[in-house]
Structures are given as C-alpha cells and as structure tokens.
C-alpha cells in the first residue's frame, strides 16, 4: 500500500477542523500550495495571512491564488514567519484556527535561502500565543538539506516542552509532519 504524502495528511487533518470563516496563517507561503489550500478550506468568509521573505515566493503564491480565485480574503505579507506579530491585526490575537509551517527552501530556487531553528522558534512561540483554544500549528519539517536536522530538533525540543498540548508526529523518508494542538483551556 502507497503511504499518503505527509503534505496531503497534513490538508486533510486541517481540512477536518476548519470551517468557512477561520482566520489561519500560512507561515511559509513558498509557491502558495499550503496558501491556497487553507483560502479554498476557510471560504467564505475567512481570512489567510501568507507570509514569506522571498518575492519570487509571494509572486507564485500570487498566480496560484488568481488562477484558483478562491472566496477567501488573503493578504500576502513580506517578512520572515518571527515577524508575524508586527503583521497580523491585532483581531487576529487569540483567534487563529490555524498556523502552518512548510520548513525548509523554496523549490526550484536558491537553496542556500533556508528557515533556520531561531527564526523558526519565534514565529512558533508567536504562532502558539496567537491561536485560539483548540488551534492547530502544523510543522512540515524537512531533514536532509544543510541546516534540516538541526532546525528539526530545535523544533521537536519546542514542541516537547509545550504543556498540555496534543502533540502528533507523523515521519516518512523525507520530512516529518508534526501536529500540535493548543488546549481549550
């Protein structure tokens, strides 16, 4: 039997807790693949903040969402993911369904551009603040370029020390999909 990619697990699991209106971020919008699947998950009515420090990324992400036309407002943001909190409205506080992460490098461009374990650990703490009781942060993490193992452990050492939360660990070959969801307190 073919093992479900870890990135169609990780639409699906979402897909079953968000609804038409939630507020999610996408943390990483690379080529707008996460980006347009949680605009298609939270329409109508919902809203996504995409964020990414590449402009080659935001473009892709742009194209994809006018090709899709989904029926969800989206704002592009460019800025690294640790600078979420100066980006998101202060309505957001409190009230994200979702936050994803798709670490790593943008496919088919420089690789040396990387997420790193600093970066990522405080838009991670940001994001974990931000969420609602009961929100989810989803962790695509990817192991085998330069920099991936490290910034992996740094994660997973975060994650452990989240109390009270539901902590899931999917792995596969390449990455590893990681699930936390906050307590509803």
């Known amino acids: 039997m073919k093992r479900q990619p870890l990135t169609e697990l990780a639409h ?3 897909a079953a807790r968000l ?7 996408d943390a990483t919008a690379g080529n707008g693949h996460d980006t347009l699947f949680l605009a298609r998950t939270v329409s109508p009515g919902g809203r996504v903040f995409a964020f990414d420090v590449q402009c080659r990324a935001l473009a892709a992400t742009r194209r994809r969402l006018q090709a899709a036309d989904p029926d969800a407002t989206v704002t592009l943001i460019r800025a690294g993911h640790q600078r979420m909190a ?33 970066t990522t650990l405080a838009a991670l703490t940001t994001a974990a603040e931000w969420l609602a009781p009961g929100g989810l942060l989803s962790i695509l993490a990817y192991r085998h370029h330069p920099g991936g193992a490290d910034e992996t452990a740094a ?9 009270g939360w539901r902590i899931e ?6 990455p590893l999909w990681l699930l936390a969801q906050r307590p509803h307190e």
């Open 12 to 14: 699906r699991r979402l």
């Open 19 to 25: 609804r038409p209106g939630d507020w999610v971020v």
């Open 86 to 118: 100066r980006h998101l409205p202060t309505a957001a506080r409190g009230r994200l369904a979702a936050v994803m992460f798709n670490l790593g490098y943008l496919p088919g461009a420089d690789k040396s551009l990387v997420t790193r374990p600093d």
């Open 155 to 163: 994660v997973t050492r975060w994650l452990d020390d989240l109390a």
């Open 169 to 174: 660990r999917h792995a596969s070959p390449g």
